[in-house]
C-alpha cells in the first residue's frame, strides 16, 4: 500500500439566526461549502467533506505510445449538508463540469483540491450528478512529490495507496465513502484494458483499431483499490465452486521463469480464498483473481478489490503463495472492511500478514507461534518493530515492520490469550459487522473484550500502543528459536511489500 488519507474537516453550518418566541418562521442553516478533507489525523488534506458519493461511472480512453488520456467521469452522489461549493480531488485538466445538468465553475487550490461551484446551491440531502471532462498525460503529473501513475513499455498501471484516483478519475479520496464503479477504457486493439470486478459484458471494438473494455464492481470500493492496468496480458479464466468468477492476467513482458513461478502462485487464488473464507467469513465481493505486471515497473503488491496486482519481483526466487495469502486477505481487512483513518492501518496489514502465518501453520511449514518466537527473538530491544507503537505509527513507518509483523504478534498475542475459538469468532464477527464499512482499533479491542469476556487492556497496551519491546512471561521466553521453514519467503514477501 503506499500513503495516506484523507481530512474531514467539514464545515459547521452557520445558523441564519436565533428563533425568538415572536418569530413565527424558524431559522434556517446558510448554505456553506464542503470541506477540503475528510477529517484524517495523518491526512487532513485528503477526501472531502459535504457529500456522500453512491456510484461513479468513468470512461476513458487512453493511447500507451503517449500516455494521454481523454475521460468522462460521472458522479452520483448525495449532499449531506447544504452546499454552496464542494472539492474533488484531482490532478488532470478539466474543460469542463457540469452539477445537475447546469454548467459549474471551478478552480485550482493546493496540488490536488479541485473547487467545484455549482450554479445552484445544494439543498442537504439533494441528489448530485456531477460530470467532468478532463484530458492530459498523467505520468507527468506530480502531487506530494510524487507520481503514482506507471508507465509500462506497452502501456500504464495505476495502482497505489492511498491516493491513486487523483491522476485518473476526480473522486472523494477516503476509505470512509464508498461506492460502486463502472470502468469503461478504450484502447488500441490488442492491447487489455483491466481493472476491478466483472465484465457485464465483452470487450466491443469502438471504432477502427481501437477497442473498449468494460469492468463493473457492484460492491462499495475505497477509491485507492481502484485499480487500472493497460497492455498487452495472457488471461486466464475460471469459477470457483460457489459461482465466482475468477480473473487472472499475467503480462507478456514475464520472462518464461517469472511467468511459470507468478502462474503456480497465483492459479491458487480460488483454493487460497475458499481457505481464507473458513477463516474469515464469506468472501466479499463479486469476483476474484489478481495481476501480475511487467518487469521492472512496480516494486510492491496492493490489494485491489477482487484483482490483487503483484510485482514480478514477488516470483524471482520462484513461487510465492505468502503474497497471494497477504493480498487476498486484504480482501477482507482492508477492502470490505476499511480503516476509519490512516492511522488504524494496522488493521489492514496486521491481519493479512497473521493469514501468511496461519497459511504457514495449515502446510506444516512453521506454526504461528514458530513465527511469533522466531521474530521476538530476531530484533533487539531498539529495533523500529518496538519503538512504533502499530496503533500509532506516523506517516513515516505507516508500511513498516511494527505495522505488518509486530501487528501480527498482537494478533497472536490475542489468540493465545482467548483461545482459537474465541479468536476466530472475533474475526468472523468483525468482518460481519463492517462488512463494506470501515473500522478503528478502539472499535476492535472492544470486540475482543466483548466477545472474550476478558479484560484485555494491558495485552493491547503492550502491543499495540506502546513503542516498547513487550515483555514476555519467563515461561514463553526463547533464547535461539528455530527459523521457521516458511520465514525466507515470508521475509522476502515483506521486504517488497515494505517499498509501498
Do not use: C
Request: proline share 7%; net charge negative; hydrophobic share 40%.
Amino acid at each position: 500500500m503506499r500513503r495516506l488519507l484523507v481530512a474531514m474537516s467539514a464545515t459547521a453550518l452557520t445558523l441564519a439566526g436565533a428563533a425568538t418566541p415572536a418569530q413565527a418562521t424558524p431559522a434556517h442553516a446558510a448554505p456553506a461549502p464542503g470541506g477540503p478533507g475528510a477529517g484524517d489525523t495523518y491526512y487532513p488534506d485528503y477526501g472531502n467533506s459535504g457529500y456522500d458519493v453512491g456510484h461513479y461511472d468513468i470512461r476513458l480512453r487512453y493511447t500507451p505510445a503517449t500516455d494521454r488520456l481523454t475521460g468522462t467521469t460521472t458522479i452520483l452522489a448525495t449532499a449531506t449538508q447544504d452546499l454552496s461549493r464542494f472539492n474533488l480531488d484531482f490532478l488532470l485538466d478539466v474543460s469542463s463540469i457540469y452539477v445537475n445538468n447546469r454548467p459549474a465553475t471551478f478552480a485550482r487550490e493546493g496540488d490536488h483540491e479541485l473547487v467545484v461551484t455549482p450554479a445552484r446551491t445544494i439543498a442537504g440531502g439533494g441528489a448530485m450528478t456531477v460530470v467532468v471532462q478532463y484530458s492530459g498525460v498523467p505520468s507527468t503529473e506530480v502531487a506530494a512529490g510524487f507520481t503514482a501513475w506507471t508507465r509500462t513499455a506497452d502501456g500504464a498501471v495505476a495502482v497505489g495507496e492511498p491516493e491513486i484516483a487523483w491522476w485518473w478519475y476526480p473522486s472523494n479520496d477516503h476509505p470512509t465513502d464508498k461506492a460502486t464503479f463502472d470502468v469503461s477504457v478504450a484502447v488500441p486493439t490488442g492491447v487489455e484494458a483491466i481493472s476491478n470486478g466483472t465484465m457485464p459484458r465483452p470487450p466491443v471494438q469502438e471504432s477502427l483499431g481501437w477497442t473498449r473494455w468494460s469492468w463493473r464492481s457492484l460492491k462499495p470500493q475505497a477509491t485507492y483499490l481502484t485499480f487500472l492496468t493497460v497492455g498487452q496480458y495472457d488471461v486466464t479464466q475460471d469459477t470457483t465452486a460457489d459461482g465466482t468468477p475468477v480473473y487472472n492476467a499475467y503480462s507478456q513482458l514475464l520472462t518464461p521463469e517469472l511467468r511459470e513461478a507468478a502462474q503456480v502462485s497465483v492459479e491458487r487464488t480460488a483454493e487460497i480464498t475458499d481457505w481464507e473464507s473458513t477463516l474469515f467469513g464469506p468472501w466479499p465481493f463479486e469476483a476474484r483473481g489478481g495481476v501480475v505486471t511487467p518487469p521492472g515497473t512496480l516494486g510492491f503488491a496492493l490489494e485491489n478489490q477482487t484483482r490483487p496486482n503483484f510485482a514480478s519481483s514477488f516470483f524471482r526466487r520462484g513461487a510465492n503463495t505468502s503474497v497471494v495469502v497477504h493480498e487476498n486477505a486484504h480482501q477482507w481487512f482492508g477492502d470490505s472492511v476499511s480503516v476509519a483513518e490512516w492511522k488504524n492501518i494496522w488493521l489492514n496489514e496486521g491481519f493479512a500478514s497473521y493469514a501468511e502465518w496461519l497459511w504457514s501453520e495449515k502446510n506444516d511449514e512453521g506454526s504461528a507461534q514458530d513465527l511469533f518466537d522466531y521474530l521476538y527473538a530476531r530484533y533487539p530491544a531498539d529495533a523500529p518493530i518496538w519503538t512504533t507503537a502499530p496503533a500509532d505509527p506516523g506517516t513515516d513507518r505507516l508500511f513498516g515492520d511494527a505495522v505488518y509483523s509486530r501487528g501480527a504478534m498482537t494478533l497472536h498475542q490475542l489468540r493465545v490469550a482467548v483461545g482459537d475459538d474465541t479468536f476466530l469468532e472475533i474475526l468472523r464477527t468483525w468482518t460481519a459487522e463492517h462488512r463494506y464499512g470501515n473500522g478503528t482499533t478502539e472499535q476492535f479491542t472492544a470486540l475482543a473484550e466483548k466477545l472474550s469476556g476478558q479484560d484485555l487492556d494491558a495485552l493491547f497496551q503492550a502491543w499495540l500502543f506502546t513503542p516498547a519491546k513487550p515483555v514476555l512471561a519467563a515461561a514463553t521466553k526463547l533464547t535461539r528459536p528455530a527459523m521457521p521453514r516458511s520465514w525466507p519467503e515470508i521475509s522476502q514477501t515483506h521486504e517488497l511489500l515494505h517499498k509501498h
